[in-house]
């Protein structure tokens, strides 16, 4: 949880969590709740991203402010900077719409406003956030019908919203093969779903990028990814090399997640040597 104000001029495409910024995170729950004793040994699992900041004079990163700003060069080039990444649909709503008003002015071309706020992502298609109970309650005997119990049908619904529907029809068609590796049929269905249906081809690609299990699930990572890659090995017909490559990369992501930066060297070394 929480943030740091460090200062970062590292590699921006690959920030590591630090001994410093996991001191300053836990030193900061101490400080606002004096009974909670977390210690280092309570992380499950962490991560580092940066926040782009707009430079201030005489300003450090605490004082600076979170707000976006959008400036436009004497070239027409129009930049937008600061913010946070919750905000990042409102601030491309903002440069959408004022494009939009300088081609009308400078072309005559006219542009509908931005629309996205009311637009569903995939799976949203339920008439709205407040049907999403009923909707998720009305898919449990679907689920219970291809052997889930009650609650794994509801977690699924509420992760796969109005697309459950078809992640329970290739969970029904494959169950054989949640079986035959000694999967789980919920991580099974999410992920026979996430090969057909979002692009995943590597098991960091299945446990990072579309469930986020390596964040906020560690634990089903460690005890299910020799199971979800010798699946994957033979669903994408891996050679040895590519095993390799791919259970190497897991396994450094498991490190990179649990351990800070300072410390990795040695892991990480085993690691590829394994």
Same mark, same amino acid.
């Given at each position: 949880?929480?943030?740091?104000?460090?200062?970062?001029?590292?590699?921006?495409?690959? $920030?590591?969590? #630090?001994?410093? +910024?996991r001191?300053?995170?836990?030193?900061?729950?101490?400080?606002?709740?004096?009974?909670?004793?977390? #210690?280092?040994?309570?992380?499950?699992?962490?991560w580092? @991203?940066?926040?782009?900041?707009?430079?201030?004079?005489?300003?450090?990163?605490?004082?600076i402010?979170?707000k +976006?700003?959008?400036?436009?060069?004497q070239?027409?080039?129009i930049?937008i900077?600061?913010?946070?990444?919750?905000?990042?649909?409102?601030?491309?709503?903002?440069?959408? +719409?004022?494009?939009?008003?300088?081609? /009308?002015?400078?072309?005559?071309?006219?542009?509908?406003?931005?629309?996205?706020?009311?637009?569903?992502?995939?799976?949203?298609?339920?008439?709205?956030?407040s049907?999403?109970?009923?909707?998720?309650?009305? /898919?449990?005997?679907?689920?219970?019908?291809?052997?889930?119990?009650?609650?794994?049908?509801?977690?699924?619904?509420r =992760?796969?919203?109005?697309?459950?529907?078809?992640?329970?029809?290739?969970?029904?068609?494959?169950?054989?093969?949640?079986?035959?590796?000694?999967?789980p049929?919920?991580?099974?269905?999410k992920?026979?779903?996430?090969i057909?249906?979002?692009?995943?081809?590597?098991p960091?690609?299945?446990?990072?990028r579309r469930? @986020?299990?390596?964040?906020?699930?560690?634990?089903?990572?460690?005890?299910?990814?020799?199971?979800?890659?010798?699946?994957?090995? +033979?669903?994408?017909?891996?050679?040895?090399?590519?095993l /390799?490559?791919?259970?190497?990369?897991?396994?450094?992501?498991?490190?990179?997640?649990?351990? $800070?930066?300072?410390? =990795?060297?040695?892991?990480?070394?085993?690691?590829?040597?394994?």
């Amino acid at each position: 949880m929480g943030t740091t104000d460090t200062f970062y001029d590292q590699d921006k495409a690959n $920030p590591n969590v #630090t001994l410093s +910024d996991r001191s300053y995170i836990i030193n900061a729950i101490h400080y606002m709740f004096p009974d909670v004793k977390i #210690t280092e040994k309570d992380i499950e699992s962490s991560w580092a @991203g940066v926040r782009p900041l707009i430079y201030e004079e005489g300003k450090n990163a605490s004082e600076i402010s979170r707000k +976006d700003e959008i400036w436009e060069s004497q070239s027409g080039l129009i930049t937008i900077a600061g913010g946070k990444l919750t905000g990042y649909r409102k601030m491309a709503e903002t440069i959408v +719409d004022l494009l939009a008003k300088k081609f /009308q002015a400078s072309e005559g071309r006219n542009f509908k406003a931005c629309n996205t706020k009311h637009m569903p992502i995939s799976g949203g298609n339920l008439g709205g956030s407040s049907k999403l109970e009923a909707f998720v309650n009305s /898919q449990v005997e679907a689920g219970v019908a291809i052997g889930l119990t009650k609650e794994e049908a509801k977690d699924l619904a509420r =992760r796969y919203g109005s697309n459950v529907s078809e992640v329970f029809e290739l969970l029904k068609s494959k169950k054989m093969d949640a079986l035959k590796y000694g999967l789980p049929l919920p991580l099974f269905a999410k992920l026979v779903y996430a090969i057909q249906n979002e692009m995943t081809v590597t098991p960091i690609d299945f446990f990072n990028r579309r469930t @986020g299990a390596i964040l906020f699930d560690i634990k089903t990572v460690k005890q299910w990814r020799h199971k979800v890659i010798q699946y994957m090995k +033979d669903e994408f017909s891996w050679d040895e090399k590519e095993l /390799q490559k791919y259970t190497w990369a897991l396994e450094n992501a498991l490190i990179e997640a649990t351990v $800070p930066v300072e410390e =990795r060297k040695e892991l990480l070394t085993a690691s590829n040597e394994n």
